[in-house]
């Protein structure tokens, strides 16, 4: 069992930045990709970014790429999400999740098999 707690939510304007943090609770922290989804009201929830689990690989959708940045600290068993450039349409709950992997990233939800409460993002125009 893993759990998984975020951080670092708020409200920010358009062009802003926000850091969000995700803490587990297992020492075998490392035997497990990384991802953050979101959800918006009203829509159904999506993949953002996804690391392996040594951080040597990344994966962004592309409406993130360029604008966030993944990554962790497996000392630390903490992963993060520097979101840059914030946009109005990035509002959302966004989720830290984990799901137990050789080395890939891992792209689709139901790969992942533990999941934080989540942390609200707001962007204003």
């Known amino acids: 069992q893993v759990q998984l707690a975020e951080s670092g939510g708020g409200l920010v304007q358009a062009g802003g930045s926000l850091r969000l943090s995700c803490a587990a609770s297992?020492?075998?922290?490392?035997?497990?990709?990384m991802g953050w989804f979101r959800q918006a009201p009203g829509k159904e929830r999506e993949f953002v970014v996804g690391?392996?689990?040594?951080?040597?690989?990344?994966y962004y959708t592309d409406s993130v790429q360029g604008r966030f940045t993944i990554s962790r600290d497996n000392a630390k068993n903490t992963v993060s999400l520097q979101m840059n450039s914030l946009k109005p349409e990035d509002t959302a709950v966004y989720y830290c999740?984990?799901?137990?992997?050789?080395?890939?990233?891992?792209?689709?939800?139901?790969?992942?098999?533990?999941w934080g409460q989540g942390t609200q993002v707001t962007v204003s125009s």
């Open positions: 690391i392996s689990r040594s951080g040597d690989r990344t």
């Open positions: 297992r020492r075998t922290f490392s035997s497990y990709a």
């Open positions: 999740a984990a799901g137990y992997s050789v080395g890939s990233v891992l792209i689709a939800s139901h790969e992942y098999d533990y």
